[in-house]
């Protein structure tokens, strides 16, 4: 078989790798020929595409940065060709149980948290997929269970990937770039669905109205979670306690309280503790959790002002979620707005003032006339502290993408906490 991989990132080289190894012969293109430095591949293109890449090609295999309307990809579905994405290759090869986790927002805490429920059980688990370690690297010897991040993106093209626990905890709208419409999104989401049988479980946000929505036509059993509630049949919270199965994990034991971190912790233990995960353990991991970087983290408090980084809040969904949790706020938003509406951002009632950056800023004006524009993020942070006053809370919650001003939303991050400790002193 010869198989095309479109893209020559982590995902493409992981892919090419496992084709190799397997005996196929592969064919790798990357637009960015620099980028196809070093790749295991027996042919590679880089620079503009040519249909012509696609002669002799029986699978194509496209990275997810790659969407479908891209030439590549459109020329592929136009010529017939199988097309399976790197999470679909990589689940053909592992042959394991697998907890797949997709939303609009805390797909990676979820999957971080369910992975470290399922080793404390004595479950062997892997975190993978969209979090950062690709499907097809995964050595399955290794576990028992796989816990996959699974973006919109890799679920489009899929076609025996099974779940026997998925997580669509919530839909917003988010990738519309990527998608073209909401109604694709949804429908590539629901995807994690499609071979899922009764003995399976889709565990899903009760209070979210999209993810209530995509899991109506499921097969498998309904699980419902709540942080606010505790659901009719599910797990959440209740009074002053996050209920799991089986335990009781006071909320003030929690790193955070808020009801976006309590979902995704019932979440993560529903999902977990169906795949063998027991409720001792995953009281454990619930009471020990921190998130990873620019996740609502602290960078410091001046002047009775909290300065907090949520770069990881890459869309209106995320960053509404993080103005909620603070009763005052100063808000640095902006970036690349995947075609998403920033309306809902300064529409919150308790944003007090608002600094626009990146390509998004004059959207961000004209829905918030009394906004500021910065240039840079240190001028962000500088007009943020004129604003700020005792009992704010200055927080950096996009709502965009980062890729307009920076590299990444960790660099988004780090570079909002060099100028705060650099404009205080610290």
């Not at 927002?105 to 993978?128: F, Q, W």
């Not at 699974?150 to 998925?166: E, N, V, W």
């Not at 509404?320 to 005052?328: E, G, K």
Request: proline fraction near 5%; aromatic fraction near 6%; charge should be negative.
């Amino acid at each position: 078989m010869t198989a095309l991989v479109i893209g020559a990132a982590i995902s493409g080289r992981a892919a090419a790798g496992l084709l190799r190894a397997q005996g196929h012969k592969v064919v790798l293109y990357d637009r960015d020929p620099e980028a196809l430095a070093g790749v295991d591949a027996d042919v590679a293109h880089g620079g503009e595409w040519d249909r012509a890449f696609l002669d002799g090609v029986d699978l194509v295999v496209p990275s997810p940065g790659v969407p479908e309307h891209a030439a590549p990809v459109a020329d592929a579905i136009r010529a017939g060709l199988t097309i399976w994405s790197e999470l679909e290759l990589g689940y053909r090869h592992a042959g394991l149980p697998v907890m797949a986790v997709t939303a609009t927002n805390g797909k990676t805490t979820i999957t971080e948290v369910a992975a470290a429920m399922l080793n404390a059980s004595g479950v062997r688990a892997a975190a993978v997929g969209n979090i950062g370690d690709p499907l097809c690297a995964v050595d399955p010897a290794l576990w028992d269970v796989l816990v996959v991040e699974a973006s919109s993106f890799q679920l489009r093209f899929i076609d025996s990937f099974h779940a026997s626990a998925a997580v669509l905890l919530n839909v917003a709208p988010d990738h519309l770039d990527w998608h073209l419409t909401m109604e694709r999104y949804v429908a590539a989401k629901q995807r994690v669905l499609e071979r899922q049988t009764a003995s399976d479980i889709v565990v899903f946000d009760a209070d979210d109205p999209g993810a209530s929505a995509a899991v109506a036509p499921a097969v498998a059993r309904r699980v419902p979670v709540s942080g606010s509630r505790l659901p009719s049949g599910g797990w959440g919270r209740d009074g002053d306690t996050l209920q799991i199965e089986g335990a009781r994990v006071p909320l003030a034991d929690l790193w955070r309280r808020d009801a976006a971190f309590v979902v995704d912790l019932a979440a993560a233990a529903a999902g977990a503790m169906h795949l063998g995960a027991n409720p001792v353990a995953a009281a454990a991991v619930a009471r020990s959790f921190r998130p990873g970087r620019h996740r609502r983290e602290l960078v410091g408090s001046w002047d009775g002002v909290d300065w907090v980084d949520d770069s990881k809040a890459t869309n209106p969904h995320a960053a509404i979620a993080a103005i909620r949790a603070y009763p005052s706020v100063v808000l640095i938003a902006g970036g690349r707005a995947k075609g998403l509406d920033l309306t809902p951002l300064a529409a919150e009632p308790n944003v007090r003032a608002l600094v626009a950056i990146g390509e998004a800023a004059p959207a961000l004006m004209a829905v918030a006339p009394g906004a500021q524009v910065a240039d840079s993020i240190d001028q962000a942070v500088a007009y943020a502290d004129a604003a700020a006053r005792g009992g704010d809370t200055v927080l950096l919650a996009p709502g965009c993408a980062s890729f307009d001003m920076f590299s990444s939303y960790a660099d988004r991050g780090d570079r909002f906490a060099a100028a705060v400790r650099a404009r205080k002193g610290a």
